[in-house]
């Protein structure tokens, strides 16, 4: 009886160690398959998972993995693919119309100097204003397709503050055009940080020309010692599904029909670059475009 007991004892010992080692093996395997996995995805590679194990469930996990991996690369390349032909297209687009624009501009230069009646002024005023949005446009398009070819930053030690007040200042004239007298909260004490200049000086530029583009009449704008800046104003037309695709390239609300809808566009990818981050709300009529760097 007891050598019998014993018996069972070992094969129930033996069983458990084998479960053990099963589900040993099987972690194993789900862990290689995780990390090989997140590896695929972040790296441009034509390695598919490989597993150690020979069970023929996780075998399976792993061969169906692979299948989506193929076609989640060949997406990934047709995406790309389009990609630069879209960014290669609006370079030579906005290199062809700047030189018709150019001819343009010169011809109407010529015209101003020419005697003319007050309808003939009238109607050369209106040619060179629509003439100017048009320039306006074409060199947005330029800007967004060189900024997404070239990764060229160069951070440098810069103060928050002054950068902020000098693209306040570069707009204080169409401010007050437009009747808008800015609430401006900074910091006494300098808020450094290691950007590059000519991306931040555009992220500030588009944001603001941006906010008094759209502004119901005010600004408000702050500006944190942990680097967060925030631009608020009042947006009552503003829709959440509009705040909602405002970053997306090309897309401009109703009121903006001029616009290319590039700047928040080119704001966001900049601020990506530069490792900080950027969000957009509307809460009660009041729209806010929030910075972190």
């Given at each position: 009886?007891e050598d019998?007991?014993l018996?069972?004892?070992?094969?129930l010992?033996f069983?458990i160690?084998?479960?053990?080692?099963?589900?040993y093996?099987?972690?194993k395997?789900a862990?290689?398959?995780?990390?090989?996995?997140?590896n695929r995805?972040?790296?441009?590679?034509n390695?598919?998972?490989?597993?150690s194990t020979?069970?023929?469930?996780?075998r399976?996990l792993s061969?169906e993995?692979?299948?989506?991996?193929r076609?989640?690369?060949?997406?990934?390349?047709r995406?790309?693919?389009?990609?630069m032909e879209?960014?290669e297209a609006?370079?030579?687009?906005?290199h062809?119309?700047?030189t018709p624009l150019?001819a343009?501009?010169?011809?109407?230069?010529?015209?101003?100097?020419?005697d003319?009646s007050?309808a003939?002024q009238?109607y050369?005023?209106?040619?060179?204003?629509?003439?100017?949005a048009m320039?306006?446009?074409?060199?947005e398009?330029?800007r967004y397709s060189?900024?997404r070819?070239e990764?060229?930053?160069?951070p440098?030690?810069?103060n928050?503050?002054r950068?902020?007040?000098d693209?306040?200042?570069s707009?204080?004239?169409?401010?007050q055009e437009k009747?808008i007298?800015p609430?401006i909260?900074?910091?006494?004490?300098?808020v450094?940080?290691?950007?590059?200049?000519?991306?931040l000086?555009?992220?500030f530029?588009?944001?603001i020309?941006?906010a008094?583009?759209?502004s119901?009449?005010?600004?408000?704008?702050?500006?944190t010692?942990?680097?967060?800046?925030?631009?608020?104003n009042t947006a009552?037309?503003?829709?959440?599904?509009e705040v909602g695709?405002?970053f997306?390239r090309?897309?401009t609300?109703e009121?903006g029909?001029?616009?290319?809808?590039?700047?928040?566009?080119?704001a966001?990818?900049?601020?990506?670059?530069?490792n900080?981050?950027i969000s957009?709300?509307?809460n009660?009529?009041?729209f806010?475009?929030?910075?972190?760097?």
């Amino acid at each position: 009886m007891e050598d019998l007991l014993l018996v069972m004892i070992g094969i129930l010992l033996f069983i458990i160690f084998v479960l053990l080692a099963k589900v040993y093996f099987l972690r194993k395997s789900a862990q290689e398959i995780c990390d090989a996995f997140l590896n695929r995805l972040t790296a441009d590679t034509n390695t598919l998972i490989d597993i150690s194990t020979r069970d023929p469930y996780m075998r399976r996990l792993s061969a169906e993995i692979n299948v989506q991996l193929r076609l989640l690369r060949k997406e990934r390349h047709r995406h790309q693919h389009g990609d630069m032909e879209l960014k290669e297209a609006v370079t030579n687009i906005s290199h062809d119309l700047r030189t018709p624009l150019t001819a343009i501009c010169g011809y109407l230069d010529l015209l101003k100097r020419e005697d003319r009646s007050e309808a003939v002024q009238r109607y050369l005023d209106q040619i060179e204003e629509r003439t100017e949005a048009m320039k306006a446009l074409t060199e947005e398009l330029f800007r967004y397709s060189v900024i997404r070819t070239e990764k060229n930053l160069a951070p440098e030690k810069l103060n928050l503050c002054r950068l902020l007040e000098d693209n306040l200042l570069s707009f204080y004239g169409v401010m007050q055009e437009k009747g808008i007298v800015p609430q401006i909260s900074l910091p006494e004490e300098p808020v450094w940080r290691m950007l590059d200049k000519a991306a931040l000086n555009r992220i500030f530029s588009n944001i603001i020309n941006n906010a008094v583009k759209y502004s119901d009449g005010d600004l408000t704008i702050e500006l944190t010692t942990e680097g967060t800046i925030t631009f608020s104003n009042t947006a009552r037309a503003l829709t959440s599904i509009e705040v909602g695709r405002l970053f997306d390239r090309f897309y401009t609300v109703e009121s903006g029909r001029s616009s290319t809808g590039l700047g928040l566009s080119i704001a966001k990818i900049l601020t990506e670059e530069c490792n900080g981050s950027i969000s957009a709300e509307c809460n009660s009529g009041i729209f806010t475009i929030r910075l972190q760097f």
